[in-house]
Every structure is written in C-alpha cells, then in structure tokens.
C-alpha cells in the first residue's frame, strides 16, 4: 500500500512570499490532516477534511493560510504571505474514516521562512 | 484546553535497559490516546492506540497503559536497542472526529 506522498520536501522562501504544500492521501482515505510541526513542539493541527468538506479549522490562521481538498483526494495548503514564525514541518496525514484510528502520516515539507 | 505533556524531554540508555516513557494530560475525558513514533525527516509512525475503555496495548517489546483518572499514559519498551533510537511522542483525541492534541516528545537515545 502506498503511503501519504507530499511534495516538495524542502522549501525555502523570504517572508512576505507565497508557498503552497501538496498532499496525496491513502487511496480511499476519506479523512485528510494538516499538521504543522514548529522545532522542539509536537504537530499542531491545523485542519481537517471529511472528504471534500472542512471538519475543524478552529486552528488555521486564515488570514493568510488557506486549504483546500478538490474532489475529496488531492489537498494543497497555501500560505500567503509567509511569516518568518511559519517556519516549520508541514505534515499531511489521512485515515480511513473520521477518528484515530488507521492515522498514516506523510513525510512531511520542511518550510523556512528567511 | 487539552494540555499533553511528556517528560523527560530527553533520554539515553545503554542497550537492553528498559524505557519508560511518560505521558500526561489535563482532561481525563479523552476518546482515545496514541503513542507515535518519529526519525529524523521522517514523518510520524504510529506505534499503539489505546481506547477509553482500555487499559493497556501490547506490541511486541511496547506496551503502553493508560489511567484516565489520574491523567497518564506509559509506554514501556523492553530491552531497548540501538535502533530504537527516535523522539516518541503521545497524542490523545477527545472526541470521535480524529483531532490529535500532542505532547512534545521524549527523544531517546540508545547507546551500543
């Protein structure tokens, strides 16, 4: 079974730019996660799908972070601007039904904001 | 708020002590509590899952227990090894929708 893929696995930017993460969950894992992981901190989550449809973002910055997952598969998180405090792991995860169990997590996008 | 906390912060044994690794959380009314595993640029590996209704999981040399009451979770692994080496984080959900609120880890270090 092919894991979670995201891409790219390293980036690096200068505050005020855009970015934007990809994530390809398990095939038929109805619910995708993002986490963001800041050095010497557990993953924070950031938002959560059930399919196409956004479960939790209580924690997304929205006013510059958005998410979104077409077609209930594929999801792409985009920061705009970035902060240089954005710096961090971006981990995408994916389970097969809303809970914790079966959690499957990608390894993840290592963001540095300069 | 659900606060997870971990502690030690870091940890080395020789090869073949046994590791225990603790965890604990401020609301006792968790769905469910996890223990990953994570590498170096790699990301998380989930090692057990406990319920609410249990009390312990068993993996090979894991085991993990869990005490809502007073709040903790312990993973114990036997005869550690080398590759065993890994930050170990706890993670717990409380409720159904998979949300996992998690501590900052233990990282461990097992000598040769």
């Known amino acids: 079974e092919a894991g979670v893929a995201q891409s790219p696995r390293y980036k690096i930017i200068e505050k005020r730019q855009s970015v934007a993460f990809w994530c390809n969950p398990i095939?038929?894992?109805?619910?995708l996660y993002w986490y963001q992981q800041i050095l010497g901190q557990g993953p924070k989550l950031l938002i959560q799908?059930?399919?196409?449809?956004?479960?939790?973002d209580s924690q997304l910055p929205k006013d510059r972070f958005s998410a979104e997952r077409l077609k209930g598969v594929d999801s792409t998180l985009k920061i705009q601007p970035a902060k240089l405090e954005d710096s961090a792991v971006y981990l995408c995860?994916?389970?097969?039904?809303?809970?914790?169990?079966?959690?499957?997590f990608g390894s993840g996008t290592r963001l540095t904001v300069v | 708020k659900q606060e997870v906390t971990q502690i030690p912060a870091a940890l080395s044994v020789p090869e073949g002590e046994n590791l225990v690794l603790n965890c604990s959380f401020t609301?006792?009314?968790?769905?469910?509590l996890q223990w990953f595993r994570q590498d170096p640029g790699k990301g998380l590996t989930s090692l057990l899952l406990?319920?609410?209704?249990?009390r312990e999981q068993t993996s090979g040399r894991l085991n993990a227990s869990l005490d809502k009451s007073s709040g903790r979770s312990t993973l114990y692994i036997a005869a550690s090894q080398p590759g065993d080496s890994a930050t170990y984080l706890c993670?717990?959900?409380?409720?159904?929708?998979?949300?996992?609120?998690f501590g900052a880890g233990t990282q461990v270090v097992v000598t040769p």
């Open positions: 993670a717990d959900s409380t409720d159904s929708w998979g949300k996992l609120q």
């Open positions: 095939s038929g894992h109805a619910t």
């Open positions: 995860a994916s389970s097969p039904t809303q809970g914790a169990d079966g959690y499957t």
């Open positions: 799908f059930q399919n196409n449809g956004v479960v939790d």
């Open positions: 609301d006792s009314a968790i769905y469910n």
């Open positions: 406990i319920q609410s209704s249990q």
